[in-house]
């Protein structure tokens, strides 16, 4: 069973359970060649190895192994007893013609030598031809719906082929993620090897597309580092790497941005064991067994480094940064930023709503991100002017409201930022205040900021004449829950604004007395109270904001439990990762108010983890 934890872009902190232990993804499977043990499992582990993937075919081959393998298992073949994931002879089958090994007999084998996940024998899909690719493909699913017959306890991985085809990817990843337990994406290897990134983004999103959100997904073959912040942020939980030991065979030095050969270097910008042991010219010096292995294990300490500088984006919110800064590595990796731009749309549902940190521009691509995309959405969208006439200013120091001058103007008043533009009443909310570009940024984003000012056109207004407090809790309420969500809420009643002694900033607001919600300093946006969900839930129709759970799970809801996915039947399909939202029962009556965790596909999708973080449970 797979568990988010923690999230940025279609990136997740996860927890994959398996009979010899736990995976946090995303995950880096060193490949083990049980011939040659070139770096022991143990000093893998070391390195951050949770789990390795070793090839069972190679096992099924060598007599003495096989026996072996089937009389202790495949952890003491190894010498490894964490989870160990096995390839099935696919890769081999690609890439020396016909490999004599029967689909079922293989997945049989691997379970019977103890394999925690194990691989069916998918056809290796690498061409252009969509006629190929299709025809290959039928035969890797008839493959998969028969091998699941034969995993037993064996976690199976059901690979997603189709070659560059997208519609292919994405019929696949539908109907593999429905048997599978983990969902690899494969042939794509050559892709990598020639640098075809686009493709490979291509290949990524459309097959994600498809795939059900609660299965792990594992990108075969994807060895060098140079990818993972990209693939991560598309949505790959899983690598595997065997480039670590084929790049130390031919004297090549793995680094973040690329790889070079160790000949051409004077000194490797590293400082792992042996880059702090050894000079260039002692390694050159080396015998090359005894180089290879010491270049081995600096590979894989680097791959490792970059695995887990992913995660740390991801638990800091940063991975969309990390991933544009490593683009700028690679011609290539920027055509994939191309691509990326392209599928936005997609990519802003997974998107939470704020941040742990501010939105740092990283160049051209920076106002592509999908959140970037939504504030200008929503403003399009959501966002109700104030008075009939409007006034653009440049942008000044944020937030913006700070210049009582311009609170006191009795006009909309528009900042062009380096985004786009952005209501006065909206200066303090994600990512408008917590962002930092540079005074003059490039062209293409002062094109793109230019684009949004002039597609902006309002039609109607609330022409109420309140106040710069009442006219931006209800622009931060409408930009937050919905277009009039702030008429409905303070439109009319007594309402008391409490500021902060020490900030002056708002902090909550009751209505007839009625404390209906408090504003987060740190992203400027409210938490509903159940008094404020009251309200919404009467002038919004279903399905708008809502989480609607099972009749089992309402007594706890109302007891003030969490929700969990597994008792979500339906949800707004606008819902995104950390909105409020309303928690309804089948009969559409309010019973809880709460923090989204997830997003209605995944609500809809995961058997295991939190749907909703319910802050009050509504009680009768
Ligand atoms: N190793 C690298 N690519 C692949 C693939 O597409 N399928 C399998 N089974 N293994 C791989
Ligand atoms: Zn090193």
Redesign the pocket.
């Known amino acids: 069973m797979f568990e988010i934890k923690e999230r940025d872009g279609l990136a997740r902190i996860g927890k994959l359970e398996t009979k010899h232990g736990t995976i946090t993804t995303p995950a880096l499977l060193p490949v083990v060649n049980p011939h040659i043990l070139t770096i022991k499992p143990a000093i893998m582990k070391r390195l951050g190895a949770d789990a390795i993937i070793t090839n069972s075919y190679i096992i099924y081959k060598d007599e003495a192994l096989r026996e072996k393998a089937l009389r202790d298992g495949v952890h003491s073949i190894v010498s490894f007893n964490g989870p160990i994931m096995t ?5 081999q089958m ?1 890439v020396y013609g016909d490999v004599n090994v029967d689909a079922i007999e293989i997945v049989r084998f691997q379970r019977d030598i103890g394999s925690d996940i194990g ?4 056809i ?1 899909s690498y061409t252009d031809d969509s006629t190929i690719a299709k025809r290959e493909l039928e035969e890797t699913i008839k493959r998969a719906k028969e091998s699941v017959r034969h995993k037993g306890e064996m976690l199976l991985a059901l ?1 997603v ?1 189709g070659g560059v085809d997208e519609r292919l990817r994405r019929y696949a990843g539908k109907i593999m993620s429905r048997m599978a337990d983990v969902v ?1 994406i ?4 050559p892709l990598m090897e020639n640098q075809r990134y686009a493709d490979l983004a291509r290949v990524i999103i459309a097959s994600k597309k498809g795939i059900e959100p609660s299965k792990p997904v594992h990108l ?2 994807a060895g060098h580092p140079m990818v993972f912040p990209m693939a991560a942020l598309l949505g790959c939980d899983m690598f ?1 790497s065997s480039s670590y030991i084929k790049y130390a065979r031919d004297d090549r030095i793995i680094l973040p941005e690329g790889t070079v050969r160790l000949k051409d270097m004077k000194e490797i910008p590293c400082s792992c064991e042996i880059c702090s042991k050894y000079s260039v010219e002692e390694l050159l010096e080396m015998e090359k067994e005894e180089r290879v292995e010491k270049i081995a294990f600096h590979n894989l300490a680097q791959a490792f480094a970059e695995i887990k500088r992913v995660r740390e984006a991801i638990r800091n919110g940063s991975l969309w940064e990390l991933v544009e800064r490593r683009a700028a590595s690679h011609p290539m990796l920027m055509e994939a930023m191309e691509v990326i731009k392209r599928h936005k749309k997609w990519l802003e549902k997974w998107e939470s709503i704020s941040k742990k940190r501010a939105f740092m521009y990283a160049g051209v691509y920076s106002v592509h991100r999908p959140l970037i995309y939504r504030f200008n959405e929503r403003i399009k969208k959501r966002y109700v002017p104030h008075f009939g006439e409007t006034v653009f200013v440049e942008e000044t120091r944020k937030p913006y409201s700070r210049d009582e001058r311009l609170r006191k103007i009795s006009k909309n008043v528009i900042v062009k930022s380096a985004f786009g533009p952005v209501p006065l009443e909206l200066d303090e909310i994600y990512p408008v205040a917590q962002s930092l570009f540079p005074e003059k940024v490039d062209i293409s984003t002062r094109r793109y900021a230019r684009r949004m000012l002039n597609s902006l056109s309002f039609s109607s207004s609330y022409n109420w004449r309140k106040d710069f407090d009442m006219r931006k809790i209800i622009s931060v309420a409408d930009y937050q829950f919905g277009r009039h969500a702030g008429k409905y809420l303070f439109g009319n009643g007594d309402i008391k604004i409490v500021k902060s002694k020490r900030t002056g900033k708002i902090r909550n607001v009751y209505v007839n007395g009625k404390h209906v919600v408090s504003m987060r300093a740190s992203d400027g946006f409210f938490t509903l109270k159940l008094e404020g969900a009251k309200i919404l839930h009467e002038h919004f129709p279903f399905p708008k904001m809502r989480v609607m759970v099972s009749d089992d799970a309402e007594p706890f809801i109302r007891d003030g439990k969490n929700v969990f996915a597994k008792f979500v039947m339906n949800a707004d399909e606008e819902i995104r990762p950390y909105d409020e939202v309303l928690i309804v029962n089948g009969r559409d009556e309010l019973i809880g108010v709460g923090q989204a965790i997830m997003n209605r596909d995944e609500m809809l999708s995961f058997e295991r983890g939190v749907a909703v973080k319910t802050r009050e449970g509504l009680n009768t």
């Open positions: 390839d099935s002879g696919s890769f690609y691989t069916i024998l998918d290796f690979t082929q690899p494969g042939g794509v290897v075969f073959g595997d």
